[in-house]
């Protein structure tokens, strides 16, 4: 099995900064892309921000200029730091990884974390 924890999470003012950790474990052979969604009750999941193994990068529009992503591949570990935070950036975040287990399989399979919360006041 594979598990990712997360970190990071907490409260701050608007404006202020916050920087998420997920770092996954367990029977891990490689890991393609990783990423965090973000989840606010009453909306649909949406994707913040995403990298590939190879350090590419994509975020939805209205995290751009504020949030990095990054990983450590040799720590299995992918980070999301949140600057210039703004009230509507409250919502509880989740990250992901694509994981292939085995040597044997060219299949990945999406992994979740449990999801940290983030509250941005005003």
């Known amino acids: 099995q594979v598990q990712l924890v997360e970190s990071g999470g907490g409260l701050v003012q608007a404006g202020g900064s916050v920087r998420l950790s997920c770092a996954a474990s367990?029977?891990?052979?490689?890991?393609?892309?990783m990423g965090w969604y973000r989840q606010v009750p009453g909306k649909q999941r949406e994707s913040v921000a995403g990298?590939?193994?190879?350090?590419?990068?994509n975020y939805v529009d209205s995290v751009k200029g504020r949030f990095t992503i990054s990983r450590d591949n040799a720590k299995n570990t992918v980070y999301l730091q949140m600057n210039s935070l703004e009230p509507e950036d409250t919502a509880v975040y989740l990250c992901?990884?694509?994981?292939?287990?085995?040597?044997?399989?060219?299949?990945?399979?999406?992994?979740w974390g449990q999801g940290t919360q983030v509250t941005v006041s005003s």
């Open positions: 992901h990884a694509d994981v292939r287990q085995y040597i044997v399989s060219t299949n990945y399979r999406r992994y």
């Open positions: 367990g029977s891990i052979f490689t890991i393609n892309a």
């Open positions: 990298i590939s193994s190879g350090g590419s990068t």
